[in-house]
């Protein structure tokens, strides 16, 4: 494990973010955001938000929207920026502390805010939460955590997109297959569908992201906080048992490769090389319309059924603390949170954050496993440390030596100890 690097990665980020405080320590995050500076008429002025790529290519409706119902709202000119997931992190170490440089929001994934708000890199925005919720309720609840530090909120959940199955129903139907109504019904599914040419279900080595849905079903855990401190939990008999589910998936359901990722995993769909992949809600639009008609979809069930605990895709929003237009970087939150702009994530198959709008995502099958499957979905630890975990790929590494034969024993000992040193 590559420990040295996940330590120097850490500290650079840390040591980037301390330019937000006056007196070169760390920022308290419950300290007051700076007042807006600017003095210009809001129709001269603009400010900048940095989404994820996928934006462009998932719902190209979302960032025209946002300028859109901005510019109609303020007067003002809304800059977007599309920023790879590679750089996202990086760019905001440098980026958030220098008020010249910051965007004014940011886009960030669920995994990565405890890294920011825990430095103070973001506005507080406990205060306003009732007014974005517009009497609502503002979910999921795990986002909200992750975007909280001792009570109080520095980043706002932004849209939701829980994992969930995806089949084709002509596969089943020939194989003789039912919707499995356990995980273990779910598994012998995929290795019936499993052929010489055709995997059952598509997992490739390093997918860890839909292969920790396994940990949580039964129980286990990446790592928990213990009095304060984070352990990690691979070695749990819960996790040893999971990951020998995994193990099983990776020798006898699928011909994925096995230092694979799980990005794009509708490709192989689209290419009739699995019956089944895993993804967020999303994944339904790039399924080809030669396959749609047989295209099927179900929350991933528990081990006793119902619905097991996926991990939770999706994003929060925060205001940079260093940001010069904190009041027109608040309007854009509350375009983002407003009615209309609701309504455009459901019926983009993105999960809206305010509750009530999370029946327009529909009634089929699509929209009821991507709502059966937020109901239980959790998130990785929510520790500071998390994006150093993520950039120096300990889960890959880890899920890719399961797949590729691997002790389990021995590799999740090896990566517990490095999510101790790492997490903490």
């Given at each position: 494990m590559k420990i040295r690097k996940i330590a120097l990665l850490g500290a650079a980020a840390a040591l980037a973010l301390t330019g937000c405080s006056t007196d070169g320590s760390t920022t308290d995050p419950t300290a007051a955001a700076p007042s807006d500076t600017a003095s210009a008429p809001a129709e001269d002025r603009s400010i900048t938000l940095w989404l994820a790529d996928q934006e462009k290519d998932v719902a190209p409706a979302l960032p025209e929207y946002l300028k859109k119902e901005f510019a109609a709202a303020t007067g003002a000119t809304l800059n977007i920026e599309f920023i790879g997931w590679g750089e996202l992190l990086p760019r905001l170490s440098t980026a958030l502390s220098n008020p010249d440089q910051t965007p004014d929001v940011v886009e960030i994934g669920n995994t990565q805010a405890p890294t920011f708000t825990t430095v103070g890199a973001f506005s507080d925005l406990t205060d306003k939460l009732d007014e974005l919720a517009g009497g609502d309720t503002i979910v999921p609840q795990g986002f909200v955590d992750a975007g909280s530090v001792d009570g109080k909120v520095y980043a706002v959940p932004y849209y939701w997109g829980s994992r969930y199955v995806f089949y084709d129903k002509s596969a089943f139907k020939d194989a003789g297959i039912e919707v499995p109504k356990t995980l273990a019904d779910f598994g012998d599914a995929a290795k019936k569908l499993t052929t010489d040419e055709k995997s059952g279900f598509w997992l490739p080595g390093q997918d860890w992201r839909n292969g920790i849905s396994w940990l949580f079903a039964n129980g286990?855990?990446?790592?928990?906080?213990?009095?304060?401190?984070?352990?990690?939990?691979?070695?749990?008999?819960?996790?040893?048992?999971?990951?020998?589910?995994?193990?099983?998936?990776?020798?006898?359901?699928?011909?994925?490769?096995?230092?694979?990722?799980?990005?794009?995993?509708?490709?192989?769909?689209?290419?009739?090389?699995?019956?089944?992949?895993?993804?967020p809600s999303w994944a339904r639009w790039s399924v080809t319309e030669d396959l749609a008609e047989n295209l099927g979809a179900f929350a991933l069930p528990g081990v006793d059924g119902g619905t097991a605990p996926v991990f939770a895709g999706g994003s929060n929003m925060g205001i940079s603390k260093a940001s010069k237009n904190q009041d027109l970087a608040f309007e854009l939150l509350k375009v983002v949170y407003s009615d209309g702009y609701q309504k455009v994530l459901a019926e983009n198959g993105m999960g809206p954050v305010r509750d009530s709008f999370t029946s327009l995502m529909g009634d089929d099958e699509f929209a009821q496993a991507a709502i059966a499957a937020s109901a239980t979905a959790k998130l990785t630890p929510a520790s500071a440390g998390w994006a150093s975990v993520e950039q120096s790929r300990v889960m890959e590494e880890f899920f890719g030596k399961i797949a590729q034969g691997g002790d389990i024993a021995a590799l999740a000992a090896e990566t517990d100890a490095t999510l101790n040193k790492v997490l903490n």
């Open positions: 286990g855990d990446i790592a928990v906080n213990e009095g304060g401190k984070w352990v990690g939990k691979l070695s749990s008999p819960e996790s040893q048992k999971a990951l020998a589910q995994v193990k099983d998936l990776f020798e006898n359901a699928t011909h994925a490769p096995k230092d694979g990722e799980d990005a794009e995993a509708w490709t192989p769909f689209n290419n009739g090389d699995t019956a089944m992949f895993m993804a």
